[in-house]
């Protein structure tokens, strides 16, 4: 057998890989999974597994009133459907022999840089004892802006921190469609190389999933993490050893091509949107300046217009236009204040130095 072609991998399960029409976890799909995954386990690839279900796995069990909340039934059906989904995976992945751990997580646990360390010292240290972690969002707690984009958003996140080779999303569909066009049945894209295109030409509104969750984030995604020179994969859940027949180099779904590997804090950096304490905004000299190809440019006082929000040094600030486009985000030198006093002067230290620094496409 050959070697595997990924040794570290992040994989995701959606909800509706492993539930059935009737919402009830699929346990036929589930032994299938686990069962691939402990192959690739005694072929030495290390695996994170983040997975959906938990409020599927309440759903089928707990009858809530109409009057409930949409927010507060969330949080009924994912603490007691958590319990449901992670003891039919113990119970699962003990019949190969194997240990797993469940990490649940929130949004605001990647907020600082300090909270993002404890994460991957815990997810590192799992590894070193050949437990395996099953990671889900927190939804007991996490409300409308702790929120992730669905576990697509978070288990980017677990991809990125962990520096692993590759990403591979388990959906209930093949891959990415080409919907341009008028062709039936549409035709799968097997391979993206953002260096060259952009996903975005394959999408038509209103034919796409653009929901919490849907092709569009996973796309998303996909297209930053290939630029921290991740693999990533999108792949139906359901078809019989698709894991097996990814890290053997077999042609299953989409692949996103990798682009040269992007490593430290700019990884951290780049999934802060939506975790800025604040923003300033650049004029167009300043923003030239940064997106040089010739030369790597930090953000000067000089260059910035405006400041927005209050933040201090060492927090995630977003990076706008003079037409109010996001065009990056980074760590701040100064706080608000001295930001606003420095505004505009020559001679001062870089706000934001190019090392904490990530820049949008």
Avoid at 35 to 49: A, H, N, P, Y
Avoid at 242 to 270: E, H
Wanted: with cysteine; charged share 25%; proline share 3%.
């Amino acid at each position: 057998m050959s070697d595997p072609l990924y040794q570290k991998i992040v994989i995701k399960v959606g909800t509706n890989v492993i539930t059935d029409n009737r919402g009830e976890l699929d346990l036929q799909i589930l032994e299938e999974l686990v069962s691939q995954i402990s192959e690739l386990r005694s072929r030495g690839v290390e695996v994170f597994l983040v997975s959906s279900g938990a409020v599927a796995a309440g759903r089928a069990k707990v009858t809530l009133n109409e009057d409930l909340s949409p927010i507060a039934a969330r949080q009924v059906l994912s603490s007691t459907g958590q319990i449901r989904l992670i003891n039919t995976y113990t119970d699962l992945f003990e019949k190969h022999a194997l240990k797993i751990a469940q990490i649940l997580v929130t949004k605001s646990d990647f907020r600082d840089r300090q909270h993002y360390l404890n994460i991957r010292t815990c997810l590192e240290s799992l590894m070193k004892y050949d437990i395996i972690p099953v990671i889900n969002e927190n939804d007991a707690v996490s409300v409308t802006e702790l929120m992730f984009t669905d576990n697509d958003e978070l288990s980017g996140l677990i991809a990125s921190m962990m520096h692993v080779d590759a990403y591979i999303i388990l959906s209930h569909i093949d891959g990415l469609f080409d919907l341009s066009g008028d062709e039936k049945p549409p035709r799968l894209i097997t391979s993206v190389d953002i260096a060259t295109e952009h996903f975005h030409q394959y999408i038509k509104p209103g034919k796409s999933e653009f929901g919490r969750g849907g092709m569009l984030t996973k796309c998303h995604i996909a297209q930053k993490l290939s630029r921290f020179g991740i693999a990533v994969h999108i792949a139906n859940g359901q078809t019989p050893g698709i894991l097996l027949d990814l890290l053997d180099g077999k042609a299953a779904g989409t692949r996103f091509v990798p682009q040269k590997p992007v490593y430290g804090r700019k990884r951290w950096i780049a999934h802060s949107e939506g975790l800025e304490k604040g923003a300033v905004t650049i004029n167009t000299g300043a923003e030239k300046a940064l997106r040089s190809q010739e030369r790597a440019n930090s953000l000067l006082p000089v260059g910035i217009e405006s400041v927005l929000g209050a933040f201090y040094k060492g927090d995630i600030i977003r990076i706008c236009s003079e037409n109010e486009e996001t065009i990056g985000y980074g760590m701040a030198r100064y706080s608000s204040e001295e930001t606003k006093e420095l505004m505009g002067k020559k001679g001062a230290k870089p706000l934001i130095h190019y090392d904490y620094l990530y820049l949008m496409p």
